[in-house]
């Protein structure tokens, strides 16, 4: 047996040398290739693209160089259920490498034949009669060493599920530096739902560790794979809650082969330069601000700016003049206004058929040259004067600081929409000009409301939205007029929902989003968090208004203490020190301000910690904010003084809940106050 063993590990090293050999054969080719594609071209867009594309493949080759090249292998058998596959074995990973004849050594793991090694069960093996999964070890910057193999024969009813050590091992695995994927482990349920098709919208609810903004990321590698031309053309967006989770997933799309996607803040999604958000709303403000009736203010702001002319239109064409009654311009008008086109295409609708009533009339009398007559005409002084007094152009920002700036204005584009309280809550005290506006985060996202109604903006063939919870339904209109013509990814938690409007249902959150028939499926199995941490987060569900599932952690193993300490720095200096004795990341997390101050005396015990946005490679503790947790993942969590938590906000059990999850190993509670009831005992 031990000889058939190694037999067969000596096999499986001679297919990872002549794999690696192969990547970097592949590798040279690709920088080749970019070296020399410009001269090959026939013409310069033909010469920008080709680079473009030969740049993009070498720099996706070149990612993590020493990563395994595969996690599993499929051995099909020769039953008719096998198909096309029957006697075939394919090694799975993460990109597609071939031989110097174009054999494959290993299929990317999007593959259609690739499905069946996260579907396939004893029950239903569908074709498959071994499943292997590899172990590896590694110690940058030298390769990964393959160090075992692990078979599941399906065909004779045999499946580890849950109890693979290697599945387990690579779950466990300590969490240093930024996320990684999951190729390796992906289950069936999350399998079917990176599948999806690309026309298909869904919404994640997902608990703490089950995987959610995995499935979201890997769901664009695939879609990207699957549908290369299409979504070449109209992108993938990727919407982060804050730049600090960015970073943290920021590698996961390249290590998967795709580095041309787009993943960005809302906030930056929106931004307007030279415009910035320079204050800050209270608030009453912005909760009136991100109301979802701020979409019929505005509306009835922008059209409001239509006028019924009383003056006929007179345009001089040499020794005629051409004449268009008023009545005629407020019918064209209404008509436009019934179409309901952007607020700027009506504006063009309308020239083009003042226009073409002029020409009519002409056609009787002269004979014109067409186009060049209807372009000049259109252009001509009496037409422009009729298009801004009827239509006239408008500005986001002008329209916005007159609306914000002017009490009766304001009044009237809100009567029946918000009261007397809510239209003084937004109201500027000191009126004041676009040039000079002074604006705030909410007022960006006004502003592309009215920009989106005066024109539709650029959209993306998907977008995928993370922690979509805790968006204010203004922001959801946001992202829905991105991906009109596109489907959605969302994903979130309604239990980690922690800003002032955050959603308490997926079904009024998919409306805002433009997609209120898109399947809602919970993830509930949790794979980062272990059991005792989850048993003690999923106590406060109770409390926080919102019907989700409790979380199952498939993981026994773990680490919970709660400390009482009389003195709460050296508390959290002793907890930190025993932390670093334990192999992975460090988190220390609390309240702003209690982060801040702890800053101090860590670094004086001489603990090598830094804040989140802080780059320093030596420092193994990460001061974080509870206000940015919400997304990272840390081997070993300090939280500090809980109470403190939930007291500092109006959402503050929500706070906590999220920031008791953040652990993947070691959870930490040191508190000088009591704790909230629901951790109590």
Same mark, same amino acid.
């Given at each position: 047996?031990?000889? $058939?063993?190694?037999?067969?590990?000596a096999?499986?090293?001679?297919?990872l040398a002549a794999?690696?050999a192969?990547l970097a054969r592949?590798?040279?080719t690709?920088r080749?290739?970019v070296?020399?594609?410009?001269d090959?071209?026939?013409?310069?867009w033909?010469?920008?693209?080709l680079?473009?594309?030969?740049?993009t493949?070498?720099k996706e080759?070149?990612?993590?160089?020493d990563?395994?090249?595969?996690?599993g292998r499929?051995r099909?058998g020769?039953?008719?259920?096998?198909?096309?596959?029957?006697? !075939?074995r394919y090694?799975l990973?993460r990109?597609?490498i071939?031989?110097e004849a174009?054999?494959?050594?290993v299929?990317d *793991?999007?593959a259609?034949?690739?499905?069946t090694?996260?579907r396939?069960?004893?029950? =239903?093996h569908?074709?498959?009669a071994v499943?292997? &999964?590899y172990?590896?070890?590694s110690?940058?910057?030298?390769?990964a060493?393959?160090?075992g193999?692990?078979d599941e024969?399906?065909d004779?009813?045999?499946?580890l599920g849950?109890?693979?050590r290697?599945?387990?091992?690579e779950?466990?695995?300590?969490?240093?530096?930024?996320?990684?994927?999951?190729?390796?482990?992906?289950?069936?349920?999350?399998d079917e739902?990176?599948?999806a098709?690309?026309?298909t919208?869904?919404?994640?609810?997902?608990?703490?560790?089950?995987?959610?903004t995995?499935?979201?990321?890997?769901?664009?590698?695939?879609?990207?794979?699957?549908?290369?031309?299409?979504l070449?053309?109209t992108?993938?967006?990727?919407i982060g809650p804050?730049?600090a989770?960015l &970073?943290?997933?920021?590698?996961v799309?390249?290590?998967l082969g795709?580095v041309?996607?787009?993943?960005?803040?809302?906030?930056d999604?929106?931004?307007?330069?030279?415009?910035?958000?320079?204050?800050v709303?209270?608030?009453a403000a912005a909760?009136?601000?991100?109301?979802? $009736?701020?979409a019929?203010?505005?509306? $009835?702001?922008?059209?409001?700016?239509?006028?019924?002319?009383?003056?006929?239109?007179?345009?001089?064409?040499?020794?005629?003049? *051409?004449?268009?009654?008023?009545?005629?311009v407020?019918?064209l008008v209404a008509?436009?206004?019934?179409?309901s086109? /952007?607020y700027?295409?009506g &504006?063009?609708r309308l020239?083009?058929?003042?226009?073409g009533?002029? !020409?009519?009339?002409?056609e009787r $009398?002269?004979?014109?040259s067409g186009?060049?007559?209807a372009?000049r005409?259109?252009?001509?002084?009496?037409?422009r004067?009729?298009?801004?007094?009827a *239509?006239p152009a408008?500005?986001?920002?002008e329209?916005?600081a007159?609306?914000?700036g002017? /009490?009766?204005g304001?009044a009237?584009a809100?009567d029946g929409?918000l %009261?007397?309280d809510?239209?003084?809550?937004?109201?500027?005290?000191r009126?004041?000009g676009?040039?000079?506006?002074?604006w705030?985060?909410? =007022?960006l996202?006004?502003?592309?409301?009215?920009?989106?109604l005066?024109?539709?903006?650029?959209?993306?063939?998907h977008?995928?939205v993370?922690?979509a919870?805790?968006l204010s339904?203004?922001?959801?209109?946001?992202l829905?007029?991105?991906s009109?013509?596109?489907?959605? %990814?969302?994903?979130g938690d309604?239990?980690?929902?922690t %800003?002032? *409007?955050?959603?308490r249902?997926w079904?009024? !959150?998919l409306?805002?989003?433009?997609r209120?028939t898109?399947?809602?499926?919970p993830l509930?199995?949790g794979f980062?968090?272990?059991?005792a941490?989850?048993a003690?987060?999923?106590?406060l569900?109770g409390?926080l208004?919102v019907?989700v599932?409790?979380t199952r952690s498939v993981?026994?193993?773990?680490?919970?203490?709660v400390h009482h300490?009389?003195?709460l720095?050296?508390?959290?200096?002793?907890?930190?020190?025993?932390a670093l004795g334990y192999?992975?990341?460090?988190?220390?997390?609390g309240v702003d301000?209690a982060?801040?101050?702890?800053?101090g005396?860590?670094?004086?015990a001489g603990?090598?910690?830094?804040?989140?946005?802080e780059?320093?490679?030596s420092?193994r503790?990460?001061?974080?904010?509870v206000?940015?947790?919400?997304?990272?993942?840390?081997?070993?969590v300090?939280l500090v003084? /809980?109470a403190?938590?939930?007291a500092?906000?109006?959402?503050?059990?929500?706070?906590?809940y999220?920031a008791?999850?953040?652990?993947?190993s070691?959870l930490?509670?040191?508190h000088?106050?009591?704790l /909230?009831?629901a951790?109590?005992?």
């Open positions: 047996m031990d000889d $058939r063993v190694d037999r067969e590990f096999r499986e090293q001679a297919h794999t690696r192969a592949m590798r040279d690709a080749h290739r070296a020399t594609g410009a090959v071209a026939g013409d310069r033909t010469a920008e693209t680079g473009r594309m030969l740049r493949h070498a080759l070149a990612e993590e160089p990563a395994p090249p595969y996690f499929l099909f020769v039953a008719a259920e096998a198909g096309e596959h029957a006697g !075939q090694h990973g990109r597609h071939t031989d174009g054999h494959p050594l299929i *793991w999007r259609p034949v690739s499905r090694f996260y396939a069960t004893a029950r =239903d569908l074709g498959v499943r292997r &999964r172990g590896w070890s110690a940058p910057p030298a390769p060493r393959l160090t193999f692990e024969h399906l004779r009813g045999e499946e849950g109890g693979s290697l599945v387990a091992a779950i466990e695995r300590p969490r240093i530096g930024p996320m990684r994927d999951i190729v390796a482990t992906i289950q069936p349920e999350q739902l990176v599948r098709d690309l026309d919208s869904v919404c994640v609810q997902g608990a703490p560790g089950t995987g959610k995995a499935v979201g990321l890997h769901r664009a590698a695939w879609l990207l794979y699957t549908h290369r031309r299409q070449g053309r992108g993938v967006l990727v804050n730049p989770f &970073r943290y997933v920021s590698a799309l390249p290590a795709e041309d996607v787009d993943q960005r803040t809302l906030e999604l929106l931004a307007r330069h030279p415009i910035a958000a320079t204050v709303d209270d608030d909760a009136v601000k991100h109301d979802i $009736r701020m019929g203010v505005l509306d $009835r702001a922008l059209y409001g700016r239509l006028r019924v002319t009383a003056e006929a239109l007179t345009v001089p064409d040499g020794p005629y003049r *051409w004449r268009l009654p008023a009545g005629a407020a019918g008509e436009i206004r019934r179409e086109p /952007p700027g295409i &504006r063009e020239r083009s058929r003042v226009v009533l002029l !020409q009519r009339q002409a $009398r002269v004979e014109l186009v060049a007559w372009r005409v259109g252009r001509c002084a009496p037409v004067d009729l298009l801004d007094r *239509w408008v500005r986001p920002e329209l916005l007159r609306l914000l002017d /009490p009766d304001l009237e809100a929409t %009261t007397a809510e239209q003084n809550a937004v109201r500027w005290t009126p004041r676009a040039r000079t506006a002074r705030s985060a909410a =007022d996202v006004l502003l592309d409301e009215v920009a989106g005066i024109e539709h903006p650029p959209g993306y063939g977008v995928i993370d922690e919870q805790d339904p203004m922001q959801c209109r946001a829905a007029r991105r009109v013509h596109g489907s959605l %990814t969302v994903l309604l239990a980690q929902g %800003t002032p *409007w955050a959603a249902s079904p009024d !959150q409306t805002h989003l433009g209120p898109a399947r809602v499926v509930t199995a980062r968090v272990p059991g941490v989850l003690l987060a999923n106590r569900l409390t208004g019907d599932p409790p993981r026994s193993d773990g680490h919970l203490r300490a009389d003195d720095d050296t508390g959290v200096l002793d907890a930190v020190r025993d192999a992975g990341s460090v988190a220390v997390i301000a982060v801040t101050r702890l800053a005396p860590l670094r004086a603990v090598p910690a830094a804040g989140v946005d780059v320093d490679p420092a503790v990460t001061l974080l904010p206000t940015l947790a919400k997304g990272l993942e840390y081997d070993h300090v003084e /809980p403190d938590i939930v500092a906000e109006a959402r503050g059990p929500h706070r906590l999220v008791l999850t953040r652990a993947v070691r930490d509670i040191v000088h106050r009591p /909230p009831a951790l109590r005992g």
